[in-house]
C-alpha cells in the first residue's frame, strides 16, 4: 500500500516541479525574443508591431476554439466595464511592444533589461497609490537604491532613460489594470489585440499603397519571421500562465528577473552593446535593491504562511 501511495505523495511535488519548468522557460523565452526581433531590423517598427498583432489574433483565435474557451470569451465581451478596460491595457501593450521594438531596431536593449528591471519596484509603488499596500522599510530602501541607479544613469546618457522608464511604466500599469480586471490571460490577450487590429489592418493597407509591405516585398526569411511575431507572442504568455498556476507566488517573482538578465546577457555578451562604468554601477545598485526587494518580500511571504498553519493548528 505504502509503495502505491508513493506517486499521489509526489504528485504535488511534480506539478510545482511542472509548472517551475513552464514558467522558466517562458522567461527564457521573453528574453531570448530580443533574438528574434533583431532578424527583423530591416522592417520599420510600425510594421513588425501591426504583423504581431495580426498574427497573434489569428493564433489566439485558433487556441480558443481548439480548447473550447468560447464561453469565457464571451464573458469578457458582455461586461462593458471589462471591455472598456481592455481598450487601455490593449493600447498600453502595443505601446510597450512598439517601444520594445524600437529598442531593439536602435541597438538598445541594455535600455530594455533596464527597464524589465525596475518593472518589479514600479508595479510595488503602483500598489501603494491604488490599492493602499503598505512597503517595509528594506522594500522603501530597495526603490529608493533603484531611483538612485536611474537617476545616475540619466546623468551620464544626459537625458532620461525613456526606452527604460516607459517599458517599466507601461508593463506595471498595464499588469495593474490586468489584475483588477481579473479576466484569463489567453482571452484577455485576444481582446487586447483585437483593440490593435483595425489599427494595424488599416497601416498595412496604407503602407501597400504607399511603396508596399516588407510582408509582399521582402524575402521569404522576413515574412516566415514576421507570421512567426504571433507565436512569438502567445507562447511565452501560455507558458508562463500555466506555470503561474502551479507554483508559488514567491517563486514566479524571482523568476521574472530571468527575462532582463538574458536580455542583458544578450545585449553586452552577443551584440556587443557598450557597458561602461556608470552603467554597471547603474546596474550594480538596482541589482542589490531587487535583492533586498526579493528576500524581504520571501520572508514575508513565509511568516504569513507560518502564520497561516498555526492558525490551522489552533
Keep these: 500500500m505504502a509503495l502505491e501511495q508513493q506517486p499521489a505523495a509526489r504528485a504535488p511535488v511534480s506539478e510545482a516541479a511542472l509548472g517551475a519548468a513552464s514558467a522558466g522557460a517562458g522567461y527564457l523565452l521573453w528574453g531570448l525574443s530580443v533574438i528574434f526581433y533583431k532578424q527583423l531590423t530591416d522592417v520599420p517598427p510600425f510594421e513588425v508591431l501591426a504583423h504581431r498583432s495580426v498574427w497573434s489574433v489569428a493564433l489566439i483565435a485558433v487556441l480558443i476554439l481548439a480548447l473550447s474557451r468560447r464561453a469565457q470569451l464571451m464573458t469578457i465581451l458582455r461586461d462593458r466595464r471589462t471591455l472598456l478596460t481592455f481598450v487601455g491595457t490593449g493600447l498600453l501593450i502595443g505601446s510597450n511592444w512598439f517601444v520594445f521594438i524600437y529598442s531593439i531596431n536602435e541597438a538598445r536593449i541594455v535600455e530594455t533589461s533596464l527597464g524589465y528591471y525596475i518593472n518589479p519596484l514600479v508595479s510595488v509603488l503602483l500598489g501603494v497609490a491604488f490599492l493602499g499596500e503598505k512597503l517595509s522599510r528594506p522594500q522603501i530602501f530597495a526603490v529608493v537604491l533603484a531611483a538612485i541607479g536611474v537617476a545616475v544613469f540619466a546623468v551620464d546618457l544626459g537625458q532620461l532613460p525613456w526606452i527604460s522608464l516607459y517599458l517599466a511604466a507601461s508593463f506595471a500599469a498595464y499588469g495593474y489594470l490586468r489584475k483588477v480586471t481579473r479576466a484569463t490571460p489567453l482571452e484577455g490577450l485576444f481582446v487586447e489585440v483585437m483593440v490593435l487590429l483595425p489599427l494595424a489592418l488599416a497601416y498595412l493597407w496604407w503602407l501597400s499603397g504607399h511603396g508596399g509591405t516588407s510582408f509582399g516585398n521582402g524575402s521569404w526569411f522576413t515574412w516566415t ?41 544578450v545585449a553586452v555578451f552577443l551584440y556587443g552593446e557598450p557597458l561602461g562604468t556608470v552603467q554597471l554601477m547603474t546596474f550594480a545598485l538596482i541589482w542589490v535593491g531587487l535583492g533586498i526587494f526579493s528576500f524581504d518580500t520571501w520572508r514575508c511571504e513565509r511568516e504569513l504562511r507560518r502564520t497561516a498553519a498555526l492558525a490551522n493548528r489552533g
Design 225 to 265: 519571421f514576421l507570421v512567426l511575431t504571433g507565436p512569438m507572442t502567445v507562447v511565452p504568455l501560455f507558458l508562463f500562465s500555466f506555470g503561474a498556476q502551479r507554483i508559488r507566488l514567491a517563486t514566479l517573482g524571482l523568476m521574472q528577473y530571468l527575462a532582463p538578465t538574458t536580455q542583458f546577457f
